[in-house]
């Protein structure tokens, strides 16, 4: 009789290292920023600008599409480029709230946002319904890209469609929601999109509370959901995810079906951007079609293969650096942007085919 299979003891969540890692981002995030800038004068040396709060909680909206961005890319090897999408519908659903909450504060004293009287619509189209509830916001916000990537996702790889023709879809997908939501008839603002944003819960927005608020929310979502991430390659699901990326046939003829395993991973990136693009809106103070270009999308895979894909840290980091670069150079050398950030991926391609995470790791290991 042969002895039984022993399967290799499951994995902790994070090791020693990596809780205090993350505890020190807790406190960080969620502790000292907050005193920085609100308590610390802003004559003195350590204080924390509201400019520097402000890049620092876009940023970590953007590192929460990277991380999305790993789980499907990264552990499954379905390159998306159409996440954009994903990020602008979470957006858009929260812009929708926080446009009915300004109520009669709108230049024409309206209860229907000002465009819409610009544009003399008389009533709420019927998917503005639900937009006065923060309750039923916060549901939209996951549901909307949740059931746009069900959609998609289930005839996608029901059909088998993957590597560079999915990539490609999935662009093109985005870009005719695009093209949909800069029509002045659909009723999400046309080209303008929604800003001049008032209140939140019926709280003002631009009061530093406020903002330090959606601040320490958005650091907990990225630490929540990185945890999150952390579990699921570390399950049995995520090993299959694994061996799908690896060798898909071959998981086809051990018995397992990809297409649920594909569809489930996919549904959740796309709602975990929705979340992200729902924290970016309130503090950045617009969403407009522009989030839902095919550059957008082609950035966040770009941030995933700087900071090294399949690493779930590596994409984080590589939000952090690939932002904070464009943060300083649109300023300092507006005109060479894109030129960095073309070879900035063209050098990772070639040189750093694992990113930074990769690049540290052989640094660390010549140096044993």
């Not at 399967?7 to 981002?25: E, H």
């Not at 969620?30 to 940023?59: E, Q, R, T, W, Y």
């Not at 944003?197 to 990225?222: E, G, H, N, Q």
């Not at 103070?285 to 550059?295: F, Q, R, T, V």
Request: aromatic share 14%; net charge positive.
């Amino acid at each position: 009789m042969n002895p039984a299979i022993q399967l290799p003891a499951k994995a902790p969540l994070l090791n020693a290292r990596g809780w205090t890692a993350w505890l020190v981002a807790l406190i960080v995030l969620c502790g000292l920023v907050p005193l920085l800038n609100l308590v610390i004068p802003a004559d003195s040396a350590f204080h924390m600008s509201d400019f520097a709060v402000g890049l620092i909680a876009k940023i970590m909206c953007y590192a929460i599409c990277a991380l999305a961005m790993d789980l499907i890319w990264g552990y499954t090897g379905i390159l998306s480029l159409g996440h954009g999408l994903f990020f602008a519908l979470g957006g858009y659903a929260m812009g929708m709230y926080l446009m009915r909450q300004i109520g009669l504060d709108g230049n024409y004293k309206s209860e229907l946002p000002d465009f819409m009287v610009f544009l003399d619509w008389k009533t709420l189209p019927w998917h503005w319904l639900l937009s006065g509830s923060f309750f039923s916001t916060l549901l939209l916000v996951v549901v909307a890209p949740g059931v746009v990537a069900l959609v998609f996702g289930y005839f996608a790889f029901r059909s088998r469609i993957k590597g560079v023709y999915f990539s490609i879809i999935t662009q093109a997908l985005t870009f005719a929601a695009m093209l949909l939501f800069f029509r002045n008839e659909t009723g999400f603002g046309g080209n303008n999109g929604f800003t001049d944003f008032k209140r939140i819960l019926d709280i003002p927005i631009a009061t530093p509370s406020m903002r330090m608020t959606l601040f320490v929310l958005t650091s907990l979502t990225l630490l929540g959901f990185f945890l999150l991430a952390r579990w699921l390659v570390g399950s049995k699901y995520g090993r299959v995810l694994q061996a799908i990326r690896d060798a898909e046939t071959r998981v086809m003829f051990s018995g397992y079906s990809p297409l649920g395993y594909k569809l489930s991973i996919w549904v959740l990136s796309a709602m975990m951007c929705g979340v992200a693009g729902a924290l970016y809106v309130p503090q950045v103070g617009i969403i407009n079609p522009s989030e839902m270009s095919p550059a957008n999308s082609i950035e966040i895979a770009i941030w995933a293969a700087v900071g090294g894909r399949a690493t779930l840290i590596g994409p984080i980091l590589g939000a952090f650096i690939v932002n904070g670069a464009k943060s300083w150079l649109t300023v300092t050398y507006p005109e060479f942007w894109l030129y960095f950030l073309g070879a900035l991926f063209i050098g990772v391609t070639l040189f750093l085919p694992d990113g930074v995470v990769g690049l540290w790791k052989k640094l660390r290991g010549a140096s044993k």
